[in-house]
């Protein structure tokens, strides 16, 4: 499985690991799920990078279409559906395992996970699998569902109880792909947990709100999101 990975520039710093999104040797490791892209996207993770934060992105789709990158278009979204029903969680489950190994072997330890869409589903699937200190998930969709291959057979939020570290949540008000009654239940079922979590709710924002390659980009809230997210990897 390939993983793309961006390194920060400038001073190391020597401060406590965040979390999952990819790092450099000896800097905090982040990993990074983006459900469209096996890259990061363009803009953030490499301003990330000028944080002192390395982000590794693996390629889940290494088995069906390897280094695809998927259009920011209505051909995009469709394909990009097909290939995520072909993504089971077993198999999310093993690239996780194996990303977050060897980030450990190779790099830093991890800082957090930071994930978008889909990817906000596998991050909030890896903090109920693996010890990690920090999740952040965008607009992570199907999660109380059974909708998609790698929420099933049970829906993923079933397993909140076993969430370890902190999560934050970042989701537009319009997005219909995070309906308000799927955020309340996930809030519902991390509340029961006792897990450390905040939701930061966008009025009149969409879907892909921190993409600047999308229609649905929106400059205000991503700009305060990506604020709150440094603040919030800074606390680990």
Request: charged residues 20%; hydrophobic residues 40%; proline residues 8%.
């Amino acid at each position: 499985m390939d993983a793309c990975n961006h390194a920060p520039a400038g001073p190391r710093h020597d401060r406590p690991p965040v979390l999952p999104e990819r790092k450099h040797l000896h800097r905090r490791a982040r990993l990074h799920f983006d459900g469209r892209l096996p890259r990061p996207p363009r803009r953030h993770p490499r301003a990330r990078t000028a944080h002192g934060y390395a982000a590794i992105a693996p390629d889940f789709y290494h088995r069906t279409c390897p280094g695809i990158e998927l259009a920011a278009d209505a051909h995009g979204r469709e394909r990009g559906f097909e290939l995520l029903q072909q993504l089971t969680r077993t198999q999310a489950l093993d690239d996780l395992a194996a990303t977050i190994e060897w980030v450990a072997v190779n790099r830093a330890p991890l800082a957090g996970v930071v994930g978008l869409s889909l990817g906000g589903h596998l991050a909030y699937l890896a903090a109920t699998q693996f010890e990690l200190p920090a999740v952040a998930i965008f607009y992570g969709g199907w999660i109380p569902t059974t909708d998609i291959t790698i929420s099933q057979p049970e829906p993923t939020i079933a397993a909140t109880a076993q969430i370890g570290g902190r999560v934050q949540m970042f989701v537009g008000c319009n997005d219909p792909i995070v309906p308000a009654e799927h955020r309340r239940q996930i809030t519902d079922a991390l509340t029961d947990a006792g897990t450390d979590h905040q939701l930061i709710e966008y009025p009149g924002v969409g879907h892909g709100f921190l993409c600047d390659r999308r229609a649905s980009f929106h400059p205000e809230a991503a700009n305060d999101a990506w604020n709150r997210l440094l603040r919030f990897l800074e606390q680990s």
